[in-house]
C-alpha cells in the first residue's frame, strides 16, 4: 500500500471509531455535552486550555442574540462604545472590594517583544476600572448625564477549575453596560428596562426559563450596592447564572472619583449600574434543549430553520430537485438550506441535521411530487406529517412556532418540577442530594452562607425572589434556626 | 471659599482655557488631528500608552463599516466564527517568517493570579497561528472546502513608535478573513470579490479613493506569497496602508500541516488567504476630510445626517419646537437628531454640531415658520440655503448626495495631484520633499528597496498597481539604473 493510501486507510477508520452520532445518553452529562459541543460543530478546544473555539453555528446564534440585545439597548438611547483591553494595575486596584473579587483570576502581561514592563498589565476581567477612569474625566456637570454606553467585547478571567464548553472557561464574549446617572431613583428605574430585556431574550429567543432574584450579600458583585441576576438549571440538576444588573451606587464613583455639578453648582458623586449577558447563555440553551440525537435549537434563535432534504433516485432526480429549489426560494425567509449532495444517502443526512439541530426537515422524493405534498420531520419531539405544498409556508411557520412553545414549556415544567420548599436544614440537604433547588427560609448573615457552602459541598444561594411567601415572618432560617429575612433559592453552580 | 465651590471655579477655568474650538489651522496636522479627536469625541486616550478609548460616534462608524463588509462576507458564503485572544508560544513560531515578522510587537502573559504560568501566552497580533491549528484538524476532504471563516475580534500590537489616535496604536480592531481551497485558481479569484468589497466600502461608504496595487516583496506580509493593498493619501502627505488582502499559498498549509484528500484519494496541501480591514480606516476618513472647525463625516457613513436646531423666542417657542418635531418624524430615515436644548443658544449650538461634523443643518425660527421654509447649512462646503418645507425631504436627500460626491471628489483630486511621475532618484527625493507619492520605475531587487528606504529617510514601495505603464520595458530602476522591473507608488508611510 503506498503511504496516501495508507493515509486515507487510516483517516476512515478514525472515523469510524471515533462514531459520527453521539455515543452517551444525556444522563450521562458531562461526556454527552462535549460531545455535542465538539459533534455538532458548535466549539472546540484551543491549544490554550478554557479558551474555546466558538464555531460558525454557535457564533451565528451569538450575533442573533447580541443584535437583539443591541436593538434594545440603542431603543433606550445606550450607544456603544470600545475600551482597551489592557488595564494597568494600579488602575485595577482603586476599588478595593471589586479587586479583591477579580485578582486571584486576572492574567497579567508583563513583556512586550524583548522588554519588560514596568508595570504589569491585567487583560480585563471585566471594564470598571478603565472605563471609569474615562468617565472620571468626561462627566463634569448635570449635562453630562445620564451617561449610558455599553461593550461588546472579550474578556478573560483565569479559572483554574476544569473548563466546560461555554459554561466555565477562560475567555467569554459578553456585553458590559455602564450607566451613570445623576440620582439614584432614575439608576434603579433602569433595572427593570434591563431586566425586561435579558428576560425577553433568554424566554423568547433561547426558550429558557430562570429564577429571576437578587443576590445574596455573599454572592454580589463585588463593588456592587446589590445585584439581580437571573439563574437557569441544567439537566445534571446544576445552576448556572445567567445574566444579571449591578446597581453600584456611588460605590465606584467614590473610587474612580466620578462626580457632577447640578444645576445649583452642588457637586454630588453619580450614581452607577452594570450589566451583562455573556456567551455562557449558549452553553445553558444547548444543555437544557438537546438529547441523545444531537443538537436541539429553538427556532427563533436558529440560524437555520429548515433543511430540505431530497429523495433522489436517477429516472425522477431532475424533477425532485427542481422540486426542491421551488421550495427553498418560497421557503428562503425561513434560511432554510437545500442538501443537494449526491455523495451522501438521505439518511446520513437526515442524522447530520438531527446532530446540527436544525428544528425542521422537509423530505421529498417522487411519491411526495405525485401526491403535492412533503414529509415535514420536527427535531423536537420527532413527530413527521406529510404537508400539502400549498399549505406548506403556512404550516411550517405554524411548526416553528409549536416548536419554540414547546422547548419553552419543557424547560418551564424541568425547572418547576425541581423547585423544592423546605423547612429545615435535613429538607435542604435531601432535596439538593436529588439534584433540585431548595427554596429555604434564611437569615441575612454572611456565616450562614458560608455555614451552607460548607456543609452542602458547594451549594449556595443562587437568589433571593422579589415576590416571598407571606410565611417568611414566621419561618427560621435552616441554618442558625433564628428569624428568617427571606426565602432564597439553593442549589450547585456552576 | 469653600472647597466645593473652589471645585466649581477651577473646572470653569480649565474649561475655558482648553478652548472648545479647535485652535489650530490643518497644517499642523499633528496637533489639529489630536484636537479633532477629543474636541469631537471620537476617541481618548486612555492610561496605556497607545491603547485607545474608542467614543461613541467614531464606533458607531465602525459598526455601520462593519455590518456593511459583514453583510458582502456573508453573501460570498464567508461565515464568522471567534478564535481565542491567547496563543500560546510555539504555536506562534511554527511559521518562520510570519513570527519574525510579529515576534517584535507581541505582548506576553506570563502570570495568572499568583502563578507563574509554564509557558508564554501571546496576545494575538493577528490569528493564523492559532486558527490554522483547528484547521488543521477540521479539515481532512474536498468536502470539507472551501472553508470560508471570518473574525471581528481586536488585535494588539506592541508599537514602541510614538502613537496616533486610530492611525497608529497597540490595540485595534478589524475583521481576519481566513480561507481556505482545494486549489490555486479559485483562492486567486477570492482576491477580486474582497478587495471589491473593501473599494465599495472605502470609496461609496467613506469617500476614501486610494492606491491598489502589490506590495512589493520586501513589504509583502510575512506568510504570504503576495500582498494586494489599498493605500491612502493623508493630509500631512504621509500614506496608510488600508484593507489589505494575502494570498498565502501553500506556506501556512505546510507549516501547519493542513491537507485534504481529493476526490481521487491524493492528499495535497490546501490553498489559503487572509484579508483585513481595521479600524484606521476611521482615522484616516476623519483626516482626510475634515477642517478647522471640526470633523467633517460623509452623510453615508454619518450615524446621524441631520441635526435641528430651533432658534428660539419667548412668543413663537411652541410654535417651533412643534414644527420641529413633526419635520423630526419626517426627517427619521435620516437619523436625524433635535437640539431643543434650552440652556444653549443657537450660535454654540451651530459650532458643536460643526465640531461633531452632523452633514446637514436645519435651522427654523418663527421667520421660516411664516414662510413655510427651513434654512438648510452643509457642513462639507459651508453652504446655506433656504429650503420650502414641501420640498424638504427630496432637497435633503440630493444635498446628502452631494455631499458624498463632494467629499469623494476633493479626497480624489488631492490624491490625483499628489502623484508625480519620476525617472530618476533626484527627481524622486525632490517628489518626496514635497510630501507627495512618486510614480517611480524600480527592479525587483529587495537591496534597492532597502536602499530606497535608507536614503529617504524612511519613504518606501506602497504598493505596484496591476496597470503598468507602457514604458516600463524602457525604464530603469531609479536606485541601481538598471532594467526596471514594474513602477511602483513611492511615498512616507504611516
Known amino acids: 500500500m503506498d503511504k496516501a493510501k495508507k493515509i486515507v486507510e487510516a483517516k476512515k477508520e478514525t472515523e469510524k471509531q471515533s462514531g459520527l452520532g453521539i455515543t452517551v445518553e444525556k444522563d450521562d452529562f458531562s461526556e454527552w455535552f462535549t460531545q ?47 475600551f482597551p483591553l489592557l488595564i494597568p494595575e494600579k488602575t485595577l486596584k482603586k476599588e478595593k472590594e471589586h479587586v479583591a473579587g477579580f485578582s486571584p483570576e486576572v492574567a497579567w502581561v508583563t513583556e512586550a517583544g524583548d522588554t519588560k514592563l514596568k508595570e504589569r498589565l491585567a487583560i480585563r476581567p471585566t471594564s470598571e476600572t478603565i472605563i471609569y477612569e474615562s468617565y472620571s474625566k468626561w462627566i463634569r456637570s ?78 454580589t458583585f463585588p463593588g456592587a450596592e446589590y445585584t439581580i441576576s437571573m439563574e437557569f438549571y441544567m439537566p445534571n440538576g446544576r445552576c448556572t447564572q445567567g445574566p444579571d444588573f449591578h446597581h453600584d451606587g456611588e460605590i465606584f464613583a467614590k473610587a474612580y472619583d466620578i462626580k457632577f455639578l447640578d444645576k445649583d453648582g452642588k457637586e454630588s458623586y453619580a450614581q452607577q449600574n452594570t450589566f451583562a449577558i455573556s456567551t455562557r447563555m449558549l452553553g445553558v440553551m444547548f444543555a437544557v434543549h438537546s438529547d441523545s440525537k444531537g443538537l436541539i ?36 425567509k425561513f434560511e432554510s438550506l437545500l442538501d443537494d449532495r449526491e455523495e451522501y444517502k438521505p439518511g446520513w443526512k437526515f442524522n447530520e441535521w438531527e446532530m446540527k439541530g436544525i428544528p425542521i426537515r422537509i ?44 422547548l419553552f414549556d419543557k424547560a418551564k415544567d424541568s425547572l418547576n418540577n425541581a ?71 439553593v442549589g450547585k453552580s456552576y
Not at 446564534?61 to 433606550?76: H, T
Not at 423568547?204 to 443576590?215: E, F, H, M, Q, V
Not at 435549537?297 to 427542481?322: G, Y
Not at 411519491?367 to 400539502?388: F, H, I, P, Q, T
Open 363 to 406: 423530505e421529498i422524493g417522487p411519491k411526495d411530487l405525485e401526491n403535492d405534498s412533503v414529509m415535514v420531520y420536527r427535531r423536537d419531539n420527532g413527530k413527521k406529517e406529510a404537508v400539502k405544498l400549498k399549505n406548506l409556508e403556512d404550516r411550517v411557520s405554524e411548526i416553528l412556532e409549536e416548536i419554540q412553545k414547546y
Open 419 to 489: 423547585i423544592i420548599e423546605v423547612a429545615s436544614f435535613e429538607e435542604m440537604l435531601r432535596v439538593l442530594k436529588e439534584k433540585k433547588i431548595a427554596f429555604s427560609p434564611l437569615c441575612e448573615n454572611i456565616k450562614c452562607e458560608e455555614n451552607l457552602k460548607a456543609e452542602t459541598q458547594g451549594a449556595k444561594v443562587l437568589n433571593i425572589p422579589d415576590k416571598q411567601p407571606t410565611k417568611v415572618g414566621k419561618s427560621v432560617c435552616v441554618i442558625c434556626k433564628k428569624k428568617a429575612n427571606y426565602f432564597a433559592y
Open 142 to 219: 448635570w449635562r453630562d448625564l445620564p451617561l449610558k454606553l455599553n461593550l461588546w467585547n472579550n474578556v478573560l478571567r483565569w479559572e483554574f477549575k476544569h473548563p466546560v464548553p461555554f459554561l466555565r472557561g477562560r475567555e467569554f464574549l459578553w456585553n458590559e453596560g455602564h450607566t451613570v446617572y445623576s440620582n439614584k431613583e432614575d439608576a434603579e428605574a433602569e433595572k427593570d428596562e434591563i431586566m425586561g430585556i435579558y428576560k425577553e431574550i433568554c424566554e423568547d429567543y433561547l426558550a429558557l426559563p430562570s429564577l429571576i432574584g437578587r443576590k445574596s450579600k455573599k454572592e
Open 297 to 332: 435549537l429553538p427556532p427563533k434563535i436558529a440560524p437555520n430553520k429548515i433543511v430540505i432534504v431530497p429523495i433522489l433516485f436517477e429516472d425522477s432526480k431532475d424533477k425532485v430537485l427542481k422540486k426542491c429549489k421551488e421550495l427553498m426560494s418560497k421557503l428562503g
Open 36 to 82: 455535542i459541543m465538539l459533534k455538532a460543530d458548535l466549539a472546540d478546544y484551543s491549544s490554550v486550555s478554557g479558551c474555546l473555539v466558538i464555531r460558525p453555528t454557535a457564533y451565528a446564534i451569538w450575533e442573533k442574540m447580541r443584535d437583539e440585545c443591541d436593538k434594545r439597548f440603542k431603543k433606550l438611547g445606550i450607544r456603544n462604545a470600545y
